[in-house]
């Protein structure tokens, strides 16, 4: 199994999360642990990179829920970006596309972002 | 005679002192009544009863002095503080005190006596208690004959004094008497096992004793000017043979622990290690709390082998942890410890010694000149490590070296114990914690299938171990009307257990009201979202169906397809709907979307949860939407029971062992078109 890993990269006012790996019960407190610091240093505009990510189960999914109410209170938002089909597959059949953006490409949400 | 001392012991103190004084004003009235000059019976009356009186009052303080012979300073300064007092009133007592008959003398003289009688009881039981410690063979026999030829001289003293013939008797006794005093004298056994520096305090104690002791003998034999000779010479005598046997002792003493100075500290070091280890040895039993224990070994590691630091460090894996540092900063000690860890400069096996630190390219701040490294060993495996510095140059003997290694092995066995228990203590409680949440699963799921006509129902449940938080549960609506509801939980264990409950509770309630399925899911999001966390959703499908008509109308919030067989072909809805608990819109029920499917004669519908599409096998792969669809396809005409045990066969075969992470749950059932118009025939 691939180890599981988070980094970040800031293009302008915008985080990019690159999430890796197995998003479960086990490895999500390390994507909670990148949210509290982006919290802490106040940067809520957040695009989730999730070109890299195999799989994510409930506990993973309760990780984006947990903070996008703070990032959108904030003047910010989680978008989602880059998405393998499969794991696209899991959000959508919770809904999430009804309530958070996803794009193809990090560049399209980026772009969003700066639009505003 | 043991017997009734014995008893005498039991008495209480309060009792004792009364006896004390009564044998004392017993002796003081005789004295003054019996005209003792004159009359040898009386004479040895008053006699007896002063002897009487002396051991009364040493019965009484024997309490005060047994088992102080561990401690002994503190008797001995006593003894001293007496014997300087008993000192005191003879040397200074003039000599008309045992002449002049005015009243001031008279109590005078018997308040002097009654101190001097109480002082030397006071020494009596100390020199008895030394006499008797660390003794293993009982010694007793050569007391009591000591103290019965005290008493034999003491009473012979004056006894003859009109025949000078006899004399030869008292003398004889007295010699023999000191005699058995000396041989007495060589009980010092406990002197041994007392630390060096109450060894130096008793050198000095010993010869003050020596000094006074000795005086008050020569006083007590000078027998015509001192008072107390005059008024009982058998006390005179008893006291000065007391003091006599105490000065022999005390010059015994005196050479013994001159002798034994030099080894004191060697014997410290061996009893303070002993003690420690001994500790140690009970806390491993005890302590469970991993980081006091920690503290505990390094704190007596420094203190037995009198280092200037000591910590203690755990390897995981080579993961380096410093868990107790002891008079040494901890990211100090980090430092020197990945330092000379990663130079390879640690012995895994034996004993580390490091005169420097600058030789592995550290900075020593702290004048480090001597280390000592031992490895915490157990089954052969490595579990940490011991660390130990002082600042002098080949500050560690051979002596240190052995107690740092013991140390390391006993802290070694301690911090392996301690883990265990944390790891049962957390095992057992979270065992507990399953074993109610399963409880609470399967008293929420329903017992049996429901009886409803034109339907033929299966459900089957599988329990992942770490309990999944599925449900699933049927409602009869009205003669017409059934409802369906499976559900999954978000998250394990006991807390999805009790979201569970929270779920069933709401289902069955909603349920009894005339509802259509989105109207039910709505409202089940908008008490969810206000009960649950922010991380826990639930995922449902509600569906209605109408037996007579053979329409079913259901909708979904985020949960897995709903599959609907006809003859051989399979379809897949996913109507739209966001997971309950999710979205806080007050217009959610517009994000659902309700389907409504009209089902044939024969038709089936699979309700799963995601535990059936998420099964793995051994290569990681999922079992998957499509190996599900085919299963039920290629099933042809079975019972829902067959259909059941079919798809959970093909799960089986393909997990092949490989754990079950979540619950399974699959509720199948068959519109009997054909048994209605059966029945209606």
């Not at chain 2, 293993?136 to 012979?156: D, G, H, W």
Request: aromatic letters at 12%; charged letters at 20%; glycine letters at 6%.
């Amino acid at each position: 199994m691939t180890e599981f890993n988070v980094q970040t990269r800031t293009e302008g006012s915008v985080q990019i999360l690159y999430v890796k790996g197995y998003l479960d019960a086990h490895t999500a407190p390390e994507l909670e642990d990148a949210f509290n610091k982006l919290i802490d240093d106040k940067k809520y505009k957040v695009v989730v990179n999730l070109k890299d990510l195999n799989y994510i189960s409930s506990a993973g999914l309760g990780v984006f829920m947990a903070y996008i109410e703070t990032m959108r209170e904030n003047g910010g938002d989680i978008k989602f970006s880059n998405l393998k089909k499969e794991v696209f597959n899991i959000f959508d059949l919770l809904g999430f596309p009804m309530l958070y953006e996803f794009y193809d490409d990090e560049k399209e949400a980026i772009n969003k972002f700066n639009e505003q | 005679m043991d017997f009734f001392l014995q008893k005498y012991f039991d008495l209480s103190n309060k009792r004792k002192l009364g006896t004390s004084v009564s044998a004392s004003l017993l002796f003081v009235l005789t004295k003054l009544v019996l005209p003792a000059e004159s009359n040898f019976l009386f004479f040895l009356l008053t006699e007896l009863l002063g002897l009487l009186t002396f051991f009364a009052w040493s019965l009484f303080l024997f309490d005060f002095v047994y088992g102080q012979s561990s401690d002994p300073i503190g008797i001995l300064m006593n003894s001293m503080i007496l014997g300087a007092l008993v000192y005191f009133l003879l040397s200074v007592s003039p000599e008309y005190l045992s002449a002049e008959d005015n009243l001031i003398s008279l109590l005078l003289r018997y308040a002097f006596t009654f101190v001097i009688i109480a002082s030397s009881a006071y020494v009596f039981v100390v020199l008895r208690e030394l006499f008797f410690a660390h003794q293993k063979s009982n010694p007793s026999l050569y007391f009591n004959t000591m103290v019965l030829l005290f008493i034999l001289a003491a009473l012979t003293a004056r006894m003859f004094e009109n025949n000078v013939q006899y004399d030869f008797i008292g003398e004889s006794l007295t010699g023999i008497a000191i005699a058995v005093s000396v041989i007495n004298s060589i009980r010092v056994a406990w002197i041994a096992f007392i630390s060096k520096k109450q060894k130096r305090i008793l050198l000095l104690l010993s010869l003050i004793l020596i000094g006074l002791f000795g005086t008050i003998f020569g006083f007590t034999e000078k027998q015509h000017s001192n008072f107390l000779a005059v008024l009982s010479p058998a006390l005179n005598k008893l006291t000065g043979l007391i003091f006599l046997y105490g000065t022999i002792y005390f010059v015994v003493v005196f050479f013994t622990a001159l002798f034994h100075l030099p080894t004191a500290e060697a014997i410290d070091r061996k009893t303070h290690e002993l003690t420690s280890l001994m500790d140690l040895n009970k806390l491993i039993t005890r302590v469970l709390d991993f980081n006091e224990l920690v503290d505990t070994i390094t704190e007596m590691t420094r203190d037995v082998c009198n280092c200037q630091s000591a910590w203690l460090v755990t390897a995981f894996e080579d993961k380096l942890e410093v868990n107790s540092a002891n008079n040494i900063g901890k990211e100090e000690a980090e430092t020197i410890t990945v330092t000379l860890f990663n130079k390879n400069m640690i012995n895994r096996e034996g004993l580390t010694e490091l005169n420097s630190l600058e030789q592995a390219g550290l900075v020593n701040n702290l004048k480090f000149q001597s280390i000592i490294i031992a490895p915490l060993n157990i089954h052969g495996k490595n579990i940490g490590f011991l660390f130990t510095a002082k600042r002098q140059s080949l500050g560690f003997d051979k002596e240190d070296k052995v107690a740092i290694s013991a140390f390391a092995d006993y802290a070694a066995v301690a911090i392996e114990n301690s883990k265990l228990i944390e790891q049962s203590i957390e095992k057992e409680r979270m065992e507990k914690e399953l074993d109610v949440a399963r409880e609470i699963q399967r008293k929420i799921l329903p017992k049996e299938k429901p009886a409803i006509p034109y339907l033929e129902v299966s459900a089957s449940f599988i329990p992942a171990f770490e309990v999944g938080g599925d449900y699933y549960d049927f409602f009869k609506i009205d003669e017409e009307h059934s409802g369906f509801v499976i559900a999954d939980v978000s998250g394990k264990g006991i807390q999805a257990a009790f979201i569970m409950a929270e779920v069933k509770g709401i289902f069955e309630s909603l349920s009894k009201i005339n509802l259509s399925p989105k109207e039910i899911l709505s409202q089940a999001n908008e008490i969810l979202k206000k009960s649950l966390d922010k991380k826990s959703f639930v995922t449902a499908v509600y569906g209605v169906l109408n037996t007579k008509t053979g329409k079913f109308k259901f909708a979904r919030a985020g949960h897995a397809p709903v599959l609907h067989k006809q003859n051989s072909g399979i379809k897949s809805y996913v109507p739209r709907g966001i997971g309950l608990g999710i979205s806080s819109t007050p217009d959610f029920i517009k994000t659902l979307e309700e389907m409504e499917i009209q089902l044939g004669n024969n038709d089936i519908i699979v309700l799963f949860t995601d535990g059936i599409n998420e099964s793995k096998n051994a290569r990681n792969e999922e079992f998957g939407y499509s190996r599900l669809e085919r299963v039920i396809v290629e099933s042809g005409p079975v019972s829902t029971d067959d259909l059941s045990s079919q798809i959970i066969k093909e799960i089986s075969l393909f997990a092949k062992g490989n754990i079950q992470h979540d619950d399974i749950t699959l509720v199948i059932f068959k519109w009997n078109f054909k048994n209605k118009l059966d029945g209606e025939n």
